[in-house]
Structures are given as structure tokens and as C-alpha cells.
């Protein structure tokens, strides 16, 4: 069971995504309440049938001062969707500082790009321009609610109206 349940602070703010059966636990225990379910996925014990959470509120306000993305490997491959940020290729990845840290770059969002280690290795320690070497995009920093809305995986129609703030993923 891999799907996921957007989870919503008391307020209907997007807070997180989790599992369905953590979901559905909150639920059952009364922590949190069900916003939208599945409309083609039910769960089924063998004397009961439930609805199988899409969108759940939590009951209590979760105080998060700080809603960012963190900075780990994955997250920098999803924002770049798996693919070397100069040849395009989706084998052999791994992390590649534009400006490297020999030369004071630092490890962000905005220096690190996801590179096969073929352009890891050529690019060396040069900048992409020193290089002769093109970035398809520039590294950024997403948003809480970009990442959530574009590099989480499959997105269920019910999350959009919670999803929906007019940013761009690309500044």
C-alpha cells in the first residue's frame, strides 16, 4: 500500500503527507478527521469496510515555525527529476557542486545540481562555464508547497484545492 494522504494542520493548511494507515489511525483515534477519500480504494478488515483517507485535518493546531524543504540527496534529485542537469542522462547520478568547494562553494540548494558521474568527472573542478559545460536549469531552493504540489510523486485530485498557491517553482 504505497499510496499517501495529504496532511492538513487544524487550520487546512498543508502540513504534510503521510501513509494511509498512519492516517487512518489518526483517524480512528480521533486525532483527525477526514476531509476526502479515495473515491475507487476503500480498506476492508474482515468485519468492516472503511474509507480510505485522501485528505485528513488534524484536530490540533501544529505550531511549525519553520516549513521548509531539507536539504538531503533525494530531494535534490526529485527537484531535478533524476536527471544529470547537463547531458540529461538518468544513470550513474550523484551530486555535483556548480561551484566547487575548493573554490568556496558552498553545500545549498542553490549550488548543488544533480550530474551523472561522466559530467561529474569532466566538469572537475571548474565552474560550468570554465567548463564549457551548459546547466539545464538553475539549482533553486523549492518551497514547502511547490515540493509538495510538483516533486512529491502522483498528486490526488483532492489535495489540488490545499495544493493551489500561485508561486512558481522556477524564480
Same mark, same amino acid.
Given at each position: 500500500?504505497?499510496?499517501? @494522504?495529504?496532511?492538513?494542520?487544524?487550520?487546512?493548511? =498543508? *502540513?504534510?503527507?503521510?501513509?494511509?494507515? #498512519? =492516517?487512518? *489511525?489518526? &483517524?480512528? /483515534?480521533? $486525532? =483527525?478527521? /477526514? &476531509?476526502?477519500?479515495?473515491?475507487?480504494?476503500?480498506?476492508?478488515? &474482515?468485519?468492516?469496510?472503511?474509507?480510505?483517507?485522501? @485528505?485528513?485535518?488534524?484536530?490540533?493546531? @501544529?505550531? *511549525?515555525?519553520? $516549513?521548509? @524543504?531539507?536539504?538531503?540527496?533525494? +530531494?535534490?534529485? $526529485?527537484?531535478?527529476?533524476?536527471?544529470?542537469?547537463?547531458?540529461?542522462?538518468?544513470?550513474?547520478?550523484?551530486?555535483?557542486?556548480? %561551484?566547487?568547494?575548493?573554490?568556496?562553494?558552498?553545500?545549498?540548494?542553490? +549550488? /548543488?545540481?544533480? =550530474?551523472? #558521474?561522466?559530467? +561529474?568527472?569532466?566538469?572537475?573542478?571548474?565552474?560550468?562555464?570554465?567548463? +564549457? %559545460?551548459?546547466?539545464?536549469?538553475?539549482?533553486?531552493?523549492?518551497?514547502?508547497?511547490?515540493? *509538495?504540489?510538483?516533486?512529491?510523486?502522483?498528486?490526488?485530485?483532492?489535495? %489540488?484545492?490545499? /495544493?493551489?498557491?500561485?508561486?512558481?517553482?522556477?524564480?
Amino acid at each position: 500500500m504505497g499510496r499517501k @494522504v495529504l496532511v492538513l494542520n487544524q487550520d487546512y493548511s =498543508a *502540513l504534510s503527507i503521510c501513509s494511509v494507515p #498512519k =492516517a487512518f *489511525l489518526l &483517524v480512528f /483515534l480521533d $486525532k =483527525a478527521e /477526514l &476531509v476526502a477519500e479515495s473515491e475507487q480504494f476503500t480498506l476492508r478488515t &474482515v468485519s468492516a469496510e472503511f474509507p480510505m483517507p485522501s @485528505v485528513i485535518r488534524l484536530h490540533r493546531y @501544529v505550531n *511549525l515555525p519553520y $516549513k521548509g @524543504v531539507m536539504l538531503t540527496r533525494q +530531494n535534490i534529485f $526529485k527537484r531535478d527529476g533524476h536527471h544529470c542537469q547537463y547531458c540529461g542522462t538518468t544513470e550513474d547520478l550523484t551530486l555535483d557542486h556548480v %561551484m566547487p568547494k575548493s573554490r568556496g562553494g558552498k553545500t545549498s540548494w542553490d +549550488n /548543488l545540481a544533480t =550530474a551523472c #558521474k561522466r559530467c +561529474n568527472s569532466r566538469k572537475g573542478d571548474y565552474t560550468p562555464d570554465e567548463a +564549457n %559545460m551548459k546547466l539545464r536549469q538553475k539549482p533553486f531552493k523549492p518551497t514547502f508547497l511547490v515540493f *509538495l504540489r510538483e516533486f512529491s510523486g502522483s498528486i490526488e485530485q483532492s489535495w %489540488m484545492p490545499f /495544493l493551489a498557491k500561485k508561486e512558481k517553482a522556477f524564480q
